[in-house]
């Protein structure tokens, strides 16, 4: 059956900018369409696959005990991970449901089929859609390798992964982002022994190496085992499991984890039919204002080629909710200070430049840095147990300002907000060390680290 409608505004994608976008401009009076490909994936990556369902078995995993049977413990924690993610899933479609100017269109994949016009296909089912303002909100999708073996059973990717079944003995993590750092770190906390192969000469490259090798040993400590120089060449079944040939020697492994990057999701959206120009990364070119080539259509989240992250995609909603409803003059060049956290364990929170930056720039500026379990004044990681990591600062040396930051400590996920703010309103180290902080809280390293005598 083919039906067609006109909307003032589509949506393609339930990311997180599309849909916060969708309910406030439905909540203003405007008609939306918003279409998303996949039941499952109703509120988009972040609450279904991503952030959150990560999140949540990051901490069962920190709180497993020693004596506690992996797989069994494993197959628990999915489980609340699963109870968890449904009722997320469920209360996002409440909330733009609730929205009667949010039209909802769920299981089709739209294309497009001319400038602002697109077709939604799901079964045998059609939606011909034409619309005022086109917001592309479609995401990004897991590379692959291209090695022989990289299709098979037990390779999986980071969706996949978390429902890995048997829970793996030993687990082979291709990569060294982000993804891979969090999943090496939560499954050796579940009891896996992981190896994880980056193909560079060191994890986190673009870190300071005080600050890698901060990470590097708390992932040693937790049992990770770190292959440098390891690029992938092919993975094989063997009779005791899957062997991954390296240029470093083999590993054998019961499962795969292939997290090298996400592409943004661009395939088969007829994207040239509309005039939308692609990059060369795969992204969808967009200025500052997210507007794409083709007039009245703009692209928002992971798919325009920015950070990604969920919080990006949030702002990025701003920016056009404010050219559809508001002053328009919200830009991508506002952005000041983005924080970012890797929540390994403890996780490492970075904003602003690191100290290899801050000399590249040309800057004048001391460094204040200091190994967690040193620092005095903050007993909140001991409380907790967890003293790894190290704290360091970058501040520069004639404004006394916070250049960077890097926060390798329990609750880093929260201070580099705080940081951050900091930048953002020109709050000076001395204002932060001189500070009145609660106790015990990890904010009390400001106290301390800020003094240790900064060096140039
Ligand atoms: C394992 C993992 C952990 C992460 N952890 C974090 C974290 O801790 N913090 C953080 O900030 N970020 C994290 N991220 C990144 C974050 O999830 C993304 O940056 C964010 O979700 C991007 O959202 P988005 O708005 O671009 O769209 P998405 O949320 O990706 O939504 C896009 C939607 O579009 C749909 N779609 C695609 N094509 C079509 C089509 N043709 N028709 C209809 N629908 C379509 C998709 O099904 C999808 O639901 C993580 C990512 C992963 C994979
Ligand atoms: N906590 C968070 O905010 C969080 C968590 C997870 C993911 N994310 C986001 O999701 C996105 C995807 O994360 P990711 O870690 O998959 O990607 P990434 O692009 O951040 O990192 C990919 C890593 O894989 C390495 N790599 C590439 N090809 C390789 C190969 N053939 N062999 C070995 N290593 C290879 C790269 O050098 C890089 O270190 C990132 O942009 C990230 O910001 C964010």
Redesign the pocket.
């Known amino acids: 059956m083919t039906e067609s409608l006109h909307t003032e505004i589509l949506v ?7 849909k916060t976008l969708a309910g406030v401009m439905g909540r203003a009076g405007r008609s939306v369409t918003l ?4 039941t499952d ?1 109703v509120g ?3 609450i279904n ?3 959150v369902p ?2 949540a078995l990051v901490h069962q995993a920190d709180v497993r005990r020693e004596d506690d049977d992996p797989a069994a413990y494993f197959r628990g924690a999915v489980q609340s991970r699963d109870i968890l993610i449904d009722k997320l899933n469920a209360a996002n479609r409440e909330m733009l449901e609730s929205v009667d100017q949010v039209r909802l269109v769920v299981g ?4 497009f089929t001319g400038p602002k016009q697109v077709r ?1 296909t799901g079964g045998s089912d059609e939606l011909d859609i034409t619309a005022d303002a086109v917001v592309l ?4 999708v ?1 590379r692959t390798i291209d090695v022989p073996g990289a299709d098979g059973p037990r390779v999986h990717d ?1 969706t996949s992964i978390q429902h890995v079944d048997p829970f793996p003995a030993r687990l082979a993590i291709v990569g060294a982002g ?2 891979a750092l ?1 999943f090496a770190s939560m499954f050796a906390q579940f009891g896996s022994d992981v190896t994880l192969l980056e193909h560079g000469a060191r994890i986190l490259r673009i870190e300071d190496e005080d600050v890698a090798e901060s990470v590097r040993q708390a992932l040693g400590d937790q049992g990770v085992r770190i292959l440098t120089q390891a690029q992938t060449t092919a993975i094989e079944d063997a009779a005791d499991g899957v062997r991954l040939r390296t240029g470093v020697g083999d590993v054998t492994a019961d499962a795969v984890l292939v997290a090298v990057g ?1 592409l943004p ?1 661009t395939e ?2 007829g994207l040239g039919t509309a005039g939308v120009e692609v990059g060369q990364r795969g992204e969808v070119v967009v200025d500052d204002l997210l507007r794409t080539s083709a007039e009245g259509v703009w692209a ?4 325009n080629g920015g950070p ?6 949030l702002d990025d909603h701003r920016i056009v909710t404010s050219q559809l409803n508001g002053s328009g003059r919200r830009s991508r060049a506002d952005r000041i200070a983005v924080p970012t ?1 890797i ?1 390994l364990t403890p996780p490492l929170g970075r904003v602003g430049l690191s100290e290899h930056e801050a000399r590249e720039a040309g800057k004048a500026f001391h460094v204040h840095v200091k190994a967690v379990g040193e620092i005095a004044a903050m007993p909140r990681p001991r409380t907790l147990g967890e003293t790894h990591g190290l704290i360091k600062f970058v501040v520069d040396a004639d404004t006394d300002e916070i250049l960077g930051a890097a926060l390798h400590t329990v609750d880093a996920q929260e201070l580099v907000n705080l940081v951050a703010l900091a930048m953002r309103t020109g709050t000076t180290a001395a204002q932060l060390r001189d500070g009145i902080w609660t106790h015990p809280s990890t904010t009390e390293a400001l106290n301390e680290v800020l003094v240790t005598p900064g060096v140039s």
């Not at 279409?35 to 996949?38: G, K």
């Not at 928002?300 to 798919?303: A, E, I, L, P, S």
């Open positions: 393609i994608g339930w990311g997180k900018a599309g279409v998303e490909q996949s994936m988009g990556t972040c696959i991503g952030c990560t999140k089709g994949r739209a294309e939604v909100n479609t995401g990004a897991p980071s982000p993804v969090e996400r999701a088969g959206l928002v989240g992971d798919v990604q992250q969920t919080y990006v995609s956290t929540f």
